[in-house]
């Protein structure tokens, strides 16, 4: 289940919402609320950072509403965040700075470089190292928690979680989006999330 593990993480690595430091609340909109803790527009905006060429890429007239529906996405997925966080406090689940840098190696291993030239390639894209590094942080701890859900899952349904070949390894991901989205699912219901703003 290693390289499974590794493939979940980086699937989700692509469209992150950095944690950076925050902007001025002076002047910013509260987007959402999760159980009355404010998401800000400043926090779904540095998600955009890793968007940009993506959007620019883009014809004109395509542009706006490209842009609206990744803010969306972004909006979701700042809300998931905020849910995986406090589940992980309370079951005092953390990512440690070793996991963290093991996760760097293997990202860049899996893309044929070194971790140097993998941290220049975010650098250029708009992040910084240190918002990298959190973002990664991130998606470790969710990981985590995702395993804890599908052994659950494994547990209701009487089956084994056993190395998959090869050739199941789509159908073994595919489970395991599939056991996140009903977890994602169940942390909204015992939560309050109001959406203030779509876009």
């Known amino acids: 289940m290693k390289s499974l593990r590794w493939a979940l993480c980086l699937c989700l690595l692509p469209s992150p919402a950095p944690a950076e430091p925050a902007q001025p609340r002076s002047i910013e909109r509260v987007v ?3 159980d009355g803790e404010p998401i800000w527009l400043s926090d779904v905006r540095r998600g955009a950072l890793t968007m940009r060429k ?3 890429s883009l014809p ?6 490209a842009r609206g529906e990744i803010f969306e996405q972004l ?18 689940i953390q990512v440690t700075p070793a996991e963290i840098e ?22 250029k894209e708009g992040l910084t190292v240190a918002t990298y590094r959190a973002e990664l942080k991130q998606q470790l701890l969710e990981a985590k928690l995702l395993r804890i859900q599908a052994s ?28 996140r989205t009903r977890w994602m699912q169940e942390l909204r219901k015992g939560s309050r999330v ?4 779509r876009r």
Do not use: C, M, W, Y
């Open 32 to 34: 959402a609320f999760v």
């Open 54 to 56: 993506q959007l620019h």
């Open 60 to 65: 004109a007239d395509k542009r706006a509403r």
């Open 75 to 92: 909006l979701e997925r700042e809300v998931d965040r905020r849910l995986i966080s406090r589940q992980a406090r309370a079951l005092k």
């Open 102 to 123: 093991t996760a760097l190696l293997a990202v860049a291993k899996q893309n044929g470089i070194d971790k140097q030239t993998l941290l220049a390639s975010v650098q």
């Open 152 to 179: 659950r899952f494994d547990a209701e349904n009487g089956s084994k979680n056993s190395q998959p070949d090869d050739d199941d390894q789509v159908a073994a991901l595919q489970r395991l989006l599939k056991v």
């Open 194 to 197: 109001v959406i203030r703003v």
